[in-house]
């Protein structure tokens, strides 16, 4: 395979190519491949009767950039099997030019690069800014909203057209406001250069782009990224920091227990209220105590939220390798099989003292007790069917009965917890989540409760005013009126 010279045209007009570059391409005798033939250097050597082929149909037939680029590549390595060839491409040659990537990683290609102005000089100079100040250059066809930092300047170049430009738009509104303005910088330094200033909901309205045409956007006020994870960082530095709040930086791992398991409750809560605006800000402050225990980890040099991060990212790719492995799951039966299977061999095969030591005795009690009797029958340690569990039940009450006989407080207390937790299993055998139905009743004695209040107050009086009598009538229409629940 023989060579294939690359040269760069520069960023705009015929006058930015070097003496010797030009005079190459002017003394060409054959045909000069060109990505696109939309370019003031090559219009300016077309009308010199330089020859150049363009591929500016592949970008037509595609339907991805990605596909453009592999098929002008294999066509310039078929090309060169034969022959020397010269392509041109826009700006430099490697700057913002996918193609020259692709040859420089083809095997057996003879690749040489020849000078071309980087456009990026003559867009700074028409920006007026310094890139030592923070710059990021973005390819605007092949991006991902995570990659952009809004502190920096950010260039995006190849905005080739208005689809491209609404693409553009529609990333920068999950970050920035519709009137946020943007400036449209079209030909840097050539003589037909423009800069053009709009906001951003009219990027693709009013702006004819083309592929001379880039999007720049002025570093950004970090107040304008609350919503970004660095600055929720930031806060809770500063909290815990000097100079922060005194309630903050007295907060240790223990005192800060009870206040997520409030939190995680009330998001709970919020779940069952089908309340999507409390769930948002209730997620936030489970958050907040993820955040706060992680900070006070770095303050104390034993950890940092990177740490937290990474382990639950790591152990999420690890324990489901049917989505970033080999393995197969097609069932979430399958699915708990194979995560129960990795967890033994994350510890190295050994299993725990007991099986029941998976089970946080920091749960709620119902909810442990659901736990403790769904691992047990794992190994077969469960009653045969629901009748047997409903005896036990019986049995269970008939000794705390006979406990209170004896008024044993202590004894009574242990047996009313022999019923809770035979209650409890009643239920699983049912398949009737306890703390569900539980919760369940909760809200319907609130919402009957409530109705008596109501009631009372609509005569004028508290239901501390009632006979037992009277707050039994009350209770029944309260049922009446809330049928269904």
């Not at 003589?191 to 956007?217: A, F």
């Not at 019923?419 to 009743?441: C, D, M, P, S, V």
Request: charged letters at 30%; aromatic letters at 8%; a negative charge.
């Amino acid at each position: 395979m023989n060579k294939i010279t690359v040269i760069g045209l520069g960023a705009g007009s015929l006058e930015q190519l070097t003496l010797g570059l030009y005079r190459k391409l002017k003394n060409y005798t054959g045909t000069i491949y060109t990505r696109t033939l939309d370019h003031p250097a090559v219009k300016a050597l077309v009308e010199e009767d330089v020859r150049f082929e363009s591929f500016d149909t592949f970008y037509e037939e595609a339907e991805q950039f990605e596909q453009v680029y592999e098929n002008i590549v294999q066509t310039l390595c078929d090309k060169a099997s034969s022959q020397e060839i010269i392509y041109a491409v826009p700006g430099h040659p490697m700057l913002a030019e996918k193609t020259v990537q692709l040859l420089l990683e083809k095997e057996g290609v003879e690749i040489d690069l020849k000078g071309g102005q980087s456009y990026l000089d003559d867009m700074f100079t028409a920006l007026k800014i310094d890139p030592i100040e923070g710059f990021q250059f973005i390819d605007a066809t092949s991006f991902e909203r995570e990659e952009l930092q809004y502190q920096n300047h950010i260039v995006f170049c190849q905005v080739y057209d208005a689809m491209i430009a609404s693409e553009v738009k529609l990333t920068l509104l999950e970050d920035l406001t519709a009137d946020h303005p943007v400036t449209v910088v079209k030909a840097a330094g050539s003589t037909e250069e423009k800069i053009i200033r709009v906001s951003l909901e009219e990027l693709d309205r009013v702006v004819e782009v083309d592929n001379l045409t880039s999007v720049y956007i002025t570093p950004v006020e970090k107040a304008q990224l609350n919503h970004q994870f660095f600055r929720l960082r930031e806060v809770i530095r500063d909290l815990r920091g000097p100079g922060g709040c005194p309630w903050d930086q007295k907060q240790t791992h223990e005192s800060l227990r009870k206040y997520l398991i409030e939190e995680a409750y009330e998001f709970i809560d919020a779940v069952n209220r089908l309340d999507d605006e409390h769930m948002v800000e209730e997620l936030g402050d489970v958050l907040l105590q993820v955040m706060l225990h992680s900070q006070i980890g770095e303050d104390e040099g034993f950890f940092t939220i990177n740490d937290v991060i990474k382990t639950v990212t790591e152990k999420m790719i690890r324990r489901h390798p049917h989505v970033f492995g080999e393995a197969q799951a097609e069932t979430a039966e399958q699915v708990l099989v194979n995560w129960e299977e990795i967890k033994r061999e994350e510890k190295g095969g050994q299993l725990p003292e007991s099986k029941l030591d998976d089970v946080p005795r920091s749960f709620p009690a119902l909810l442990q007790a659901e736990e403790l009797q769904k691992k047990a029958g794992k190994v077969g340690f469960d009653w045969d069917d629901v009748e047997s569990v409903k005896d036990k039940v019986e049995e269970e009450w008939n000794e705390f009965l006979e406990a209170k006989e004896t008024d044993d407080r202590e004894e009574m207390e242990k047996e009313f917890g022999d019923w809770l937790f035979a209650i409890a299993n009643l239920a699983r055998h049912y398949k009737i989540n306890g703390e569900n139905a539980l919760q369940r009743t909760n809200e319907k004695f609130r919402s009957r409760f409530s109705s008596m209040e109501k009631q009372a107050g609509a005569a004028g009086k508290t239901l501390d005013k009632y006979t037992l009598d009277g707050l039994e009538e009350l209770w029944v229409n309260a049922k009446l009126n809330n049928k269904g629940e």
